[in-house]
């Protein structure tokens, strides 16, 4: 199975301050990356695919790179309603796997 | 709008069996895969089981395949997971989750918000 390794695990920051959270993969998966969004008691949030592609609605500041086994998701001018935890995921091959989550917090 | 709401959650004994709904709504749903996704309490998020948009194919992750079944209604629009002879470490809240396609892609563009199931003695 792909190992998803996330940094770091959490964060502290402030509304407009630029975060960046890696994502690596224990082997290459091309560009078949995915982030996603949480907030407390409720399901995930699709952000992000195919590493640098927007889900409809997501505001502009989210932005994704990264390429083989190093992504990155970087959250510029960070507004209240991001504070939430933020996973990556690998759509290469089954089984799908998540990185194990960053927190951020104020 | 899309809306997948789960149920079927509860407190169940070690070795016993439960049965997940997921009733799904605001987009055809015999049109996309489907897809349960486990979270235990504080944890990261764990793929558990896919079914293809007709039903004819089904992925399964190691830790449940052999214990766990998944099925969908595509009259009902409604999803299933059943799970026997559950152990301690299937504690979790459990959603399903659409993918974009109707063969298990896996990639996930709505999720539902959880149906938590609790393993103990």
């Known amino acids: 199975d792909i190992q998803m390794t996330q940094s770091p695990s959490s964060l502290s920051a402030s509304v407009g301050d630029t975060v960046t959270i890696t994502c690596r993969a224990s082997?290459?998966?091309?560009?078949?990356l995915n982030w996603y969004q949480q907030k407390p008691g409720k399901g995930p949030k699709l952000l992000m695919f195919?590493?640098?592609n927007l889900q409809s609605g997501v505001p502009s500041r989210f932005s994704g790179s990264g390429s083989g086994t190093l992504f990155t998701l970087t959250i510029t001018s960070l507004q209240p309603e991001d504070f939430a935890t933020y996973f990556c995921?690998?759509?290469?091959?089954?089984?799908?796997?998540f990185g194990q989550g960053t927190k951020v917090e104020i | 709008d899309v809306q997948l709401l789960e149920s079927g959650g509860a407190l169940v004994h070690p070795g016993g069996s439960l049965r997940l709904s997921c009733a799904a709504s605001?987009?055809?749903?015999?049109?996309?895969?489907m897809t349960w996704v486990r979270q235990a309490r504080g944890a990261g998020l764990e793929w558990v089981a896919s079914?293809?948009?007709?039903?004819?194919?089904?992925y399964y992750a190691d830790s449940v395949r052999g214990r766990f079944i998944i099925s969908r209604d595509n009259v009902k629009n409604t999803l299933f997971l059943h799970m026997n002879n559950l152990r301690g470490e299937d504690t979790a809240v459990y959603f399903c989750?659409?993918?974009?396609?109707?063969?298990?892609?896996?990639?996930?563009?709505?999720w539902g918000q959880g149906t938590l199931v609790t393993v103990s003695s």
């Open positions: 989750a659409k993918d974009v396609d109707p063969d298990d892609y896996g990639l996930f563009d709505y």
């Open positions: 605001g987009f055809t749903f015999n049109n996309y895969a």
């Open positions: 079914m293809s948009a007709s039903g004819d194919k089904t």
């Open positions: 082997q290459s998966i091309d560009s078949y």
């Open positions: 195919a590493t640098s």
């Open positions: 995921q690998h759509s290469f091959l089954n089984p799908w796997t």
